[in-house]
């Protein structure tokens, strides 16, 4: 990395800030460079930043303040700079608070671990060759040859079998020499040197992996930032295929970054990837404890960490050497953080890419409508496979018209789905129902004076949780005891559950198969890895027949004995006026159904899909049914391009909240008044949120809506600049929203 010329330097410290500044080394013997670490003094506190330029000269050095620690780790390097810049303007953030992402875990920087490390002090094999020394100790001096790091004393001891007071007789003789370094993670086997096994798992391979793996490489070898789809249907083998090209990153001495959903990172998918590389990748998600964070952040900096997986922050994580990037389920919305700085890690690694000359991979089975569309008009590389690698047939795929085929009163499921429930029981195979509520029923109604139970601090219905018996809220987690008498009216014994959740039709099963094993899916049982673990274990040995399960199901489970998949109701979802309502049902509707018959190879084994639905005419359920996605996309491009929406328009939304109603109001209006004309600008609102009232605030929302080539950042941060914000209005931007909530 860049030296920088003088004692004077511009600091970027994390926290709320764009602007660096100056600050002074008062020991002239520390060279300093860009993106390294220091500590120093900001009013009263002491902030950890890092440089970013010479000073700017601007104020006399005697009055600059000191820098009060340069800590003796790697600089950040150039691209996680550059990633930190792009992605603070891109989403009007403060650079400041991006470089807090990076530089989180904080620990890592102000108290690392240390470890006495030992090198060789010979160059090559020669020179050792020359000296007369003890066979012992010419075993210490060839392990550390070459090493930059040096070895731990108990890494030598195991590998060549001397005692600590050979290898302090080598100290004291100068053959070696002792260093203090922080502690990483010992990652010899992160990089792979095995050409004869590459060839075993290549050549399993159908050929259409092979294609894909053959244009990734090229793109790693050459260095070239490709962006690719990797499309392919569930369980055509993208996992399989991107696989063979990390090995290749490795091959290549470089670092690859797998980015899933929280939700995908299973200790399965881990597993999964030990049993193809023989060692395990750097896990990076919510769980992991912070003494762990420390170590893989500090591997990835000085580069001896290999593969890291991990969820949407670890594309933060300052990679000194990264050769490849896969995005998993790269249509997922867990991709997109909605707290604190909002930013899509997807979008955000394909620029990451360009910045290290590295290629990257979106991978799904239903991409998000943009990636579509770049793969479309050659932005990306689509590289497609069209089935199922295991050469099982895809599932047949049946409508239930729920008004010829009713579920009986109060209940919901129709006769036909508990007809085909009843067949697979009796073949011991397995059937997944899907309902994409949690909870046991999604609104509770007074039935004496029509009251429907709200939450006390949001704008939202109360869900009723009957196996814990609580009613709570599922935006911020409200929660009060079920009583069965209205608060309202004080009537008692007439609250009643509209709408069925998954512990509804956990209780309609029970009725009509007592004796069949059920489980239950959602975040609410599946509250931690290990439960989440043992289920989809008790699942795979066959030890459950029917699984009942939200979204959480949707995703990379492979269970070969299932065979029916009955989606309850298919209409969740596709009404709400939400710019990406109708793409994300098709997305989790065409997920669910690839779980079924995933392993079945003959025509009369096929897996069942079987959609309830009171639409039998709805586009998106016949696109499904049809399995005919393309036709569904191009669609959906057609209505997009007529209302000027991303991907052919962009997007932004402001969020003004406060705890005052009324003021709020007055500020929105005023901002209102200084909103700019221009032609391919328009701006919609202030509205009321649909969720008003969230957390305690009340929320109101402008829609920005342009044509591709307008800087909507600048827009924006210029309108909203003309006014102050007052200190009880918290107002957000969100460039390319998600979530319209
Ligand atoms: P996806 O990621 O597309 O869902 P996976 O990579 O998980 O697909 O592959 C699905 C199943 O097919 C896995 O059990 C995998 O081991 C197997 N598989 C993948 N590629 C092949 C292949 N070329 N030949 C045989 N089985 C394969
Ligand atoms: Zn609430």
């Not at 890592?108 to 160059?123: G, H, Q, R, W």
């Not at 007369?132 to 001891?157: A, E, H, M």
């Not at 391979?205 to 249907?233: M, P, W």
Request: proline content about 5%; charged content about 25%; hydrophobic content about 35%.
């Amino acid at each position: 990395m860049k030296n920088v010329n003088s004692k004077e330097v511009s600091v970027l410290i994390s926290g709320p800030f764009n602007e660096p500044f100056d600050y002074v080394l008062e020991d002239k013997n520390t060279n300093l460079s860009i993106g390294q670490i220091v500590l120093v003094p900001f009013g009263k506190r002491k902030i950890v930043g890092i440089i970013i330029g010479d000073g700017t000269k601007t104020i006399p050095e005697t009055k600059l303040k000191k820098i009060l620690q340069v800590y003796d780790f790697e600089p950040i390097p150039k691209p996680s700079i550059e990633l930190m810049n792009f992605l603070s303007s891109w989403y009007c953030v403060f650079k400041g608070l991006v470089l807090k992402m990076i530089l989180s875990p904080i620990e890592a920087i102000t108290s690392p671990d240390y470890e006495k490390v030992y090198k060789s002090n010979f160059l090559n094999q020669n020179e050792i060759n020359e000296i007369k020394i003890t066979n012992k100790r010419k075993l210490v001096l060839d392990f550390l040859l070459n090493l930059d790091i040096g070895k731990s004393q108990n890494d030598i001891i195991k590998q060549t079998g001397v005692s600590k007071a050979i290898l302090k007789d080598m100290t004291q003789k100068n053959l070696v020499q002792e260093k203090k370094v922080y502690k990483t993670l010992n990652l010899d086997s992160h990089f792979l040197k095995n050409t004869k096994e590459n060839k075993k798992n290549y050549d399993f391979l159908n050929l259409e992996q092979k294609f894909a793996v053959d244009r990734i490489n090229d793109a790693i070898i050459k260095t070239k930032s490709d962006c690719f789809l990797l499309d392919g249907v569930p369980g055509s083998g993208k996992t399989e295929t991107y696989f063979e090209t990390v090995r290749t990153c490795l091959d290549q001495g470089k670092q690859a970054l797998i980015l899933l959903p929280e939700i995908v990172l299973t200790p399965d998918w881990e597993k999964r990837f030990f049993k193809k590389f023989s060692f395990a990748p750097l896990v990076w998600n919510s769980e992991i404890t912070k003494k762990k964070k420390k170590k893989i952040w500090l591997s990835a900096l000085n580069g001896s960490a290999g593969v890291i997986v991990g969820a949407r922050s670890a594309l933060m994580i300052p990679f000194s050497n990264l050769g490849l990037i896969i995005v998993d389920e790269e249509h997922e919305q867990a991709f997109k953080q909605e707290e604190n700085v909002r930013y899509n890690a997807r979008d955000m690694a394909i620029y990451r890419s360009t910045r290290s000359s590295s290629p990257i991979v979106l991978a799904s089975a239903t991409p998000s409508l943009e990636t579509f569309y770049n793969a479309k008009n050659g932005k990306y590389i689509h590289l497609t496979l069209p089935k199922r690698a295991t050469g099982a047939t895809l599932p047949h795929i049946k409508l239930i018209d729920l008004i010829a085929h009713p579920p009986n009163k109060g209940k919901w499921l129709s006769p036909l789905l508990v007809g085909e429930l009843e067949s697979k029981l009796k073949n011991k195979e397995q059937s997944l129902l899907f309902l994409n509520r949690r909870g046991y029923a999604p609104l509770s109604i007074c039935n004496s004076c029509g009251d429907k139970i709200k939450c006390v601090n949001c704008d939202a219905w109360l869900v009723e949780h009957r196996s814990k018996n609580i009613l709570i809220c599922h935006h911020c987690g409200y929660s009060r005891v079920f009583e069965n008498v209205c608060k309202k009216c004080g009537v008692e014994g007439q609250i009643k559950a509209c709408g069925p959740g998954v512990e509804r039709i956990e209780e309609e099963i029970k009725e009509i198969f007592p004796k069949a094993r059920l489980i239950v899916l959602s975040s609410d049982t599946m509250n931690n890895h290990k439960i989440l673990n043992d289920t989809v274990e008790r699942i795979k040995n066959n030890k459950v027949d029917i699984i009942i399960g939200t979204q959480m199901i949707a995703k990379g489970h492979d269970f070969p004995n299932l065979k029916l998949v009955g989606i309850v109701d298919s209409d969740v979802g596709l009404s709400g006026g939400d710019l990406r309502a109708s793409e994300r049902t098709f997305q989790v509707l065409q997920q669910v159904s690839g779980r079924s018959g995933r392993h079945s190879k003959k025509e009369d084994e096929k897996g069942v899909v079987l959609i309830q639905t009171f639409d039998t005419k709805n586009p998106i359920i016949n696109a499904i049914s049809k399995n005919n996605r393309n036709e569904f996309f191009d669609k959906e491009l057609v209505s997009r391009q007529h209302a000027n929406m991303p991907p052919y328009g962009r997007l932004a939304s402001i969020i003004l909240s406060s705890r005052l109603e009324r003021k709020l109001e007055t500020f929105s209006s005023d901002l209102l008044k200084v909103a700019p004309f221009f032609k391919n600008v328009k701006i919609f609102g202030p509205a009321p949120a649909p969720i008003y009232f969230l957390r305690g605030r009340f929320r109101r929302r402008f829609l920005i809506k342009s044509d591709k080539n307008v800087n909507i950042q600048d827009v924006i941060l210029n309108w909203t600049r003309k006014i102050n914000t007052p200190n009880y209005i918290k107002l957000t931007i969100d460039i390319d929203p998600f979530s319209f909530m």
